[in-house]
């Protein structure tokens, strides 16, 4: 089992619409979680990290479940620029970053 | 401007040669990283310094060396290439500070070993 699991997708959205990913994660122990984006053939670039209460940045909102080790990532009014691959990524010490796999948006007008 | 450079971006070459990549940060940070990014887009951590010192040393064949001259430069070396090794290397670097996990990322380096 991957450490972290994400549905790879592609989700196919309009403009305008609300799409949510999900992540889950095995090790019980890890610290910290975080969503990245990375667009195509561009380095991962840190979108936020994610805590228990819930945050938000804009349209976008994290949400992480500690009992369940699930992660989720909500993007409201999708734009053409969000289309992308995010990345939930947690970390389990020495700032050790492992990454899932990815989901990819693909937003159309 | 660029915060974590790394060079080349492009590099193809025969298997069984030794190549070297380098990794720069200004970003006055004391930890910098190398990951790989296979072709099925999976990212996954190959090495981390700290300070020059290693700490973190996934299980990567020992044809790969990375090499920390100073806290501002991880170099990754990589010898008799094989055709698995075709991927994209990221740099990626962090000030280790409690509650910050911030890795900024360099444009990676594309080989292809032929």
């Known amino acids: 089992r991957k ?10 959205v309009p403009e305008g619409a609300t799409v949510a990913f999900n992540c889950t994660y095995s090790n019980s122990a890890s610290q910290s979680f975080f969503w990245y984006r990375q667009d195509c053939r561009k380095e991962p670039k840190l979108l936020m990290s994610v805590y228990s209460s819930g945050n938000e940045d804009g349209r976008f909102t994290a949400q992480l479940n500690r009992a369940s080790q699930y ?18 990524v947690v ?9 899932g796999t990815g989901t990819r948006l693909l937003v159309s007008p | 401007d660029t915060a974590v450079s790394q ?3 492009y590099l193809v070459t025969q298997m069984g040669n030794d190549k ?12 910098m990283y ?9 990212l996954k951590i190959m090495f981390s310094y700290n300070n020059k010192e ?11 060396s990375p090499k920390s001259p100073d806290k501002a430069h991880l170099n990754l070396h990589i010898n008799s290439l ?5 991927a994209v290397y990221f740099c990626a670097s962090s000030q280790m500070v409690a509650g910050s996990n911030e890795q900024f990322f360099g444009p990676g380096t594309r080989l292809t070993v032929l």
């Open chain 2, 20 to 31: 070297s990549i380098k990794c720069e940060q200004n970003l006055g940070h004391d930890t």
């Open chain 1, 3 to 12: 450490e972290v699991e994400q549905d790879p997708g592609p989700f196919n």
């Open chain 1, 91 to 99: 970390t389990t010490g020495f700032q050790k970053l492992v990454f």
């Open chain 1, 71 to 88: 992660i989720s990532l909500l993007i409201r009014d999708s734009k053409l620029s969000d289309s992308a691959t995010y990345l939930c």
């Open chain 2, 54 to 64: 290693l700490i973190i040393n996934e299980t990567v064949p020992n044809r790969f």
């Open chain 2, 34 to 42: 190398w990951y790989k990014q296979d072709s099925k887009k999976f």
């Open chain 2, 7 to 9: 060079t080349p971006k």
């Open chain 2, 82 to 86: 094989e055709l698995g090794d075709s």
